[in-house]
């Protein structure tokens, strides 16, 4: 009886691994393009706001911290010779803060944009910022303020200009 | 030949298990905070208000290395001297302002050093702004009290980039005052 059942058991491992190892056979090239709204807005109004009030050295500035800003004032890009407090922000930190902040949450990101960003108080970009969700450097922005107009009409795929200029002056 | 099972070795691994947890519980390592810790050196000198300046205070000095005395704050000021060397700046006003409306003020020791202690600023909102001497932080503190923890001293492991300020990719340098500044703060 022990060992009918023991002859089972293998025979079920055996077509588990071959299942698992025919599954990751093939597509092992295949990517996926997770989608984001507008790199313009972001760079240009967006990012300014996150590397101010996020990206300092002690918080999403450090180097191994998730959502990785790199920023004028804060972290630089190690592929660059520039250091904290000197030249502005390059176009490859820029490009590096998206690409970060796109992927925090891929597939609810995923999800956002194809709902033209109604779903976007469900990222972790927003509940982390608003303080519903944990995060370990508190209440960021509060509804509808200019930092939390600032996130929520990028992800909207609104004019945010204004609503990240605010946000950043209320910071100076 | 049937085995015969011992209920017994759960029971005797159960207390082990328990005792483990016990003391593992007990030395709270947390590999992080450690890690800079085992990276400051050595005590060069005596325990005290001027001792290991430029150093992140606050990761001995808070909760996870628990000397006292706790501190919600603190670092170190340096200036440059007639010969461009970087020396300590004493006596130099540093106002520590959090978000919610409030302010702390100290004044740089002979090491350049200055702390607050937790006791002293108990409901402390962050993120913080300073200005020391005459100058303005231009970004925020976000979470870390430890001025040195930002503000990292250049050495053989961590070359600096800009020579005047000490400044890397992944750090803002000293923190520099104005020579005039010195001497302003009782």
Known sequence: ?????????????????????????????????????????????????????CGTLDCHGGIARPMRLFGQLGLRHAGEDNVSGGKPTTTLELSANYTSVCNVDAEKMNESVDDFGNQAENLLLVTKARGTEKHKGGKVVSENDAGDRCLRGWLKGEDVTDACQEAVDQLD | MPRVKSPARPLIALPIIFGLSISLGACRLDPTPQEVIDSLGPESGSPGDTHRPGQPCVVCHGSYGAVSPQMVFGGTAFTNDEDGNVIPAQGVEVIVFDSAGGSRKRCTNAAGNFYLEKEEWKDVAFPLTVKAGSRRMRSLIGRDGSCGSCHKIPDVDFPERDPETGAAYDSAGYVLVDPADQGACQ
């Open chain 1, 1 to 53: 009886m022990t060992s009918t059942v023991q002859r089972a058991a293998l025979v079920f491992l055996v077509a588990v691994c071959g299942g698992l190892a025919a599954s990751c056979r093939d597509n092992l090239d295949a990517t996926v393009i997770n989608k984001c709204p507008s790199q313009e807005v972001f760079e240009q109004s967006v990012s300014p706001f996150l590397e101010r009030r």
